[in-house]
């Protein structure tokens, strides 16, 4: 909601600039006189001043674009930031359930033995089924139904 809400006054504000930058661009279309001061290898005057004619609003629209971009990058980092956030902790997720996956045949033996112990079953005994199965193979034997 809060995003929302940000992004809603973000793009509110980026329309009004947009029209106060046409206002003041259509205003001003004016030839102005720039001087530069540039330094030169030079030992009586080591700086030059450089005159230029430069549109007014041509000037003005580079820094409405400056701005702009900014503001563009101002509007999309709470965003990143989130995103981030939210990558980070899907990684230490994923990170907690392969160190999980890594310990799992350890903690399946203790496991094991643990449930082994409860039923007081020895580690050595035979287990029921082979019983059944052994018994079933004996009963084979005997009804003749061996070769």
Do not use: C
Not at 49 to 60: G, I, K, S
């Amino acid at each position: 909601m809060l995003g929302k809400v940000y992004l809603g006054v973000s793009l509110v504000l980026l329309l009004v600039g947009v029209v106060w930058a046409s206002n003041m661009l259509q205003a001003n279309a004016a030839w102005v006189e720039i001087v530069l001061a540039v330094p030169r290898l030079d030992l009586l005057e080591p700086i030059a001043r450089n005159r230029y004619e430069v549109n007014l609003a041509v000037l003005l629209a580079g820094w409405v674009a400056a701005v702009g971009i900014v503001g563009t990058l101002a509007v999309r980092a709470p965003f990143k930031i989130r995103a981030a956030a939210i990558t980070q902790r899907r990684i230490r997720e994923l990170e907690r359930e392969v160190l999980e996956l890594r310990t799992l045949p350890l903690r399946q033996h203790e496991e094991d033995e643990i449930l082994a112990a409860e039923a007081h079953v020895e580690p050595g005994s035979r287990k029921v089924m082979t019983e059944q199965l052994r018994g079933r193979d004996d009963a084979d034997d005997h009804l003749g139904g061996g070769a």
